[in-house]
């Protein structure tokens, strides 16, 4: 987990403690939008990834404020990816920003468990993909 958020940090400018609630954010929805089977083995693979997402909320609802709520008008995994992206702009995050933590969350991943595995989770929220 450290050398993850060590990463992080270093590629995206943020703090750790952002960094641990924006990872823990997006395994949060993950877990809530992604095929459980792959999300769990990832999530398994990652030390402490259960507390991150408890800290971060990530297991509740979308971010707050409008993207949340136009991400909970439009349901599904748009609606949802954009209540993520909302929930993460609270936090401080520009979209640059946001593309760079998913992508190491995933690069990470894909070492972790696989590129099948993380090829199913990308595959399973549309728009998803940007960010991996």
Same mark, same amino acid.
């Given at each position: 987990?450290?050398?993850?958020?060590?990463q992080? $940090?270093q590629? $995206?400018?943020i703090d750790?403690?952002?960094?641990?609630?924006a990872?823990?954010? /997006?395994?949060?929805?993950?877990?809530?939008e992604?095929?459980?089977?792959a999300?769990?083995?990832?999530?398994?693979?990652?030390p402490?990834?259960e507390g991150? /997402?408890a800290?971060?909320g990530g297991?509740? %609802?979308?971010g =707050?404020?409008?993207m949340?709520?136009? %991400? =909970?008008l439009m349901g599904?995994?748009?609606g949802?990816?954009?209540?993520l992206?909302?929930?993460?702009? %609270?936090?401080?995050l520009?979209?640059?920003?946001m593309?760079e933590?998913?992508?190491?969350?995933?690069?990470q %991943?894909?070492e972790?468990?696989g590129e099948?595995v993380? =090829?199913? /989770?990308?595959?399973s929220?549309p728009?998803?993909?940007q960010f $991996?």
């Amino acid at each position: 987990m450290e050398q993850l958020i060590a990463q992080i $940090t270093q590629a $995206t400018g943020i703090d750790v403690e952002t960094a641990q609630k924006a990872v823990g954010a /997006i395994l949060g929805f993950l877990k809530r939008e992604g095929p459980a089977d792959a999300v769990n083995q990832l999530i398994e693979k990652i030390p402490g990834a259960e507390g991150l /997402i408890a800290e971060s909320g990530g297991e509740g %609802g979308g971010g =707050g404020g409008l993207m949340g709520a136009l %991400g =909970g008008l439009m349901g599904g995994g748009a609606g949802g990816l954009m209540g993520l992206a909302g929930q993460l702009q %609270g936090m401080g995050l520009g979209m640059g920003q946001m593309q760079e933590v998913g992508k190491t969350l995933f690069s990470q %991943g894909r070492e972790l468990v696989g590129e099948d595995v993380m =090829g199913q /989770i990308a595959g399973s929220v549309p728009g998803l993909s940007q960010f $991996t």
